[in-house]
């Protein structure tokens, strides 16, 4: 696991635990190891090394998608997700991105830079309609806290259902109708075969003119050509907190395009990670010593 089991606490007795942070060098032995927690990293060497480990059968990944880890799974193994972990901060950064982009906070900032006093009339979130694209646990999240905000949300997951307090989930099938009569799109969706390209040059088309796209999501699931041809036309705007690539070049169009403000993927990435990672860390740990299925298996 990447972190003192000290650290962690509440950890079952008689455990044989090695820590590899994904920063130190790994283990230079990968067999005999069972569980597998990944370091919160996104570089390839903890990756490379869970594919070398023969005897591991349960991997715990400390972030919410998943489809990085897929390809080096070993067979019979198990892979959960961090589900848990991230959602009050992704959420956050969600909301703040759309205050932010509606608000002209990045305006703001240049005018401060350039000694400008930019008054004027902004968009306010107060009395819009947002979609919220991909209502699993981060949607839901965000859905918390757009309550105080006196917006109306539109709830889009794979299905529809109905949530424990009776709001309506529409299915993704009903887009191409939503989507021209909502303000903002807020993309919550993982990363799948399914939604990779999802929000497409079709999809923006059907935005409304001033819309705002905020993808908090996975840089591939917009593509970026098509959002590039929006936005420097002027018609919609958007707020990025993952793109594609990544990270953006510091040449990439995306980073001049007006009304597009990026910020480097740092969704999960705040204060809130590390006590919920330990927390999960801990029950997962505890849960496959004494014989239970762990929580949030996506495969194997």
Do not use: C
Not at 77 to 86: E, K, P, S, T, Y
Not at 101 to 126: K, N
């Amino acid at each position: 696991m990447p972190y003192d089991p000290a650290e962690v606490g509440g950890l079952p007795a008689g455990l044989d635990i090695e820590v590899y942070d994904g920063v130190a060098p790994p283990p230079s032995k990968h067999d005999g190891v069972v569980f597998y927690v990944l370091p919160y990293t996104f570089d390839q060497t903890p990756l490379r090394v869970l594919a070398e480990m023969p005897d591991v059968r349960f991997v715990q990944t400390l972030t919410a998608g998943y489809e990085h880890v897929l390809p080096y799974l070993p067979p019979g193994a198990r892979l959960a997700n961090g589900r848990g972990i991230h959602e009050a901060s992704t959420a956050e950064l969600a909301v703040a991105l759309t205050l932010a982009s509606l608000r002209g906070i990045p305006s703001f900032v240049r005018g401060q830079d350039a000694g400008e006093w930019r008054a004027g009339f902004y968009p306010a979130l107060a009395d819009k309609t947002v979609l919220i694209l991909g209502y699993g646990a981060i949607g839901e999240a965000v859905d918390r806290r757009l309550a105080g905000f006196e917006v109306d949300v539109v709830r889009v997951a794979r299905r529809a259902r109905t949530t424990a307090d009776g709001a309506a989930v529409r299915a993704i099938s009903e887009l191409p109708a939503l989507l021209p009569t909502v303000d903002v799109v807020i993309v919550t969706t993982p990363l799948t075969e399914a939604t990779r390209g999802l929000v497409d040059a079709a999809f923006l088309a059907r935005m409304r003119d001033g819309a705002l796209l905020v993808n908090v999501a996975r840089g591939p699931v917009v593509d970026t050509k098509a959002l590039l041809t929006e936005v420097t036309a002027g018609r919609i705007t958007a707020a990025l907190d993952v793109t594609d690539p990544e990270p953006l070049p510091a040449d990439h169009p995306l980073r001049f395009a007006p009304g597009v403000l990026v910020s480097p993927h740092v969704g999960g990435s705040s204060s809130a990670f590390l006590p919920r990672a330990q927390r999960l860390i801990r029950t997962q740990v505890t849960a496959w010593a004494e014989g239970r299925e762990p929580a949030n298996v996506v495969a194997g």
